[in-house]
């Protein structure tokens, strides 16, 4: 019994051995075998002695099933790799191996580098270094951590305008706890949706937001002394605003809006839904309980962390403030708006002072200096400054007299021209 072994080609060897059979057979010529296999006659000679000696196994490449000739060593690869792993994570191909030659004496091709860091994964394809992330868990309790985010997106397709969805998801359970269209991510879009929320569910331990200018104050703010009106909101409401530094660590809120962009946008298509009021009445009375019961999960403990509202005066802390001087008449301009200051204020009060203008969602205003609110009324109809009338003098007629250089020469001309 004869042993067979098992011969593996590739496509361009299994293409050669008919091509080596008709020469074998002497059907072609060894001339036009090499213009079909794109080499010289005499390699095509060598090729064929082989073949008959051998059969098709003659036509495997050399180097089958053993290294290259030119393959760096594996030592140097490891060495490399750890070194950049430890020295140089965040360094490009190029760079790395010019800090390899430099320090570590270990001569790399940059190109032979960047392969092996894609295939350890300290370096992405497209370029930019592998960012390692650990998984977070969730939060124990309800109310812990909220994340808070907005998405811009073609809500109603192309049957109204573009708007955003202000969602706010719980981080144990991943429960929609509150969402609202709004036309824009403004300062008091933001300020109405999370009073909605706090009303409903109470105050959370954490908001979890980006790094958003509604939420933060990104330029000339090395100190972080300075604060936006939402996060001088949250500051009274005993309420931690953490800002994330990538959308990966907000994953909740991010997959959230993956899934409702394509949930939602169909069920307000099926609902016929077109504007923002419709869109959030069905979200608040019908998506939400749907959502939650298909997608949230039990948290792991039963405690919720969300606290009351009580002692907290919600028009008052969740408004935009703005300073204003007052004038020497006492009054107080707002928004091309004109208020007077009344004469009995329960501080002192004078002019040039800076008092805190309070405008609350509702357009009512509030008006405090030293955490005292002011008495205060708007001049509807601004006085108008009184000019005074001016007389005019007669205008008296001025007459040259008699002896004037005029009246002389105009005499000398008229008996010039009388003679």
Known sequence: MTSQ?????????LHQVPLFEQLKKRRISQKEAAQKLRLTVRHVQRKLRAYRQNGAKSLLHKLRGRSGNRRTDPTIRR???ATVRERYPDFAPTFASEKLEEHHRLIVDSETLRRWMIADGLWRIGGGPVVPRRWRERKECVGELVQLDGSDHPWFENRGPVCTLLLFIDDATSCLLHGAFVPDETTKDLLAATRTYLVNEGRPVSLYVDRHSIYRVNIHNAEGDK????????????IELIHA???QAKGRVERAFGTLQDRLVKELRLAK??????????????YLRKHNAKFAVAPKRETNLHRSLQGYDLPFLLSVREERTVANDFTVQYQTRLFQLEPKQPTILRPRDRVTVHAGLDGALRMTIRKTVLRFHEIVERPRKSEPLREREPRVLWIPSASHPWRRTARRDISIVAN
Do not use: C, G, W
């Open 79 to 81: 060495r490399a790799l």
């Open 273 to 286: 839904i077109s504007t923002r009021d419709a869109a959030n009445r069905f979200l608040v009375e019908t």
């Open 5 to 13: 072994s098992l011969v593996t080609m590739s496509a361009k060897e």
């Open 245 to 247: 530094r990538s959308p």
């Open 227 to 238: 604060v936006t009106q939402y996060a001088r909101a949250l500051q009274e409401l005993d």
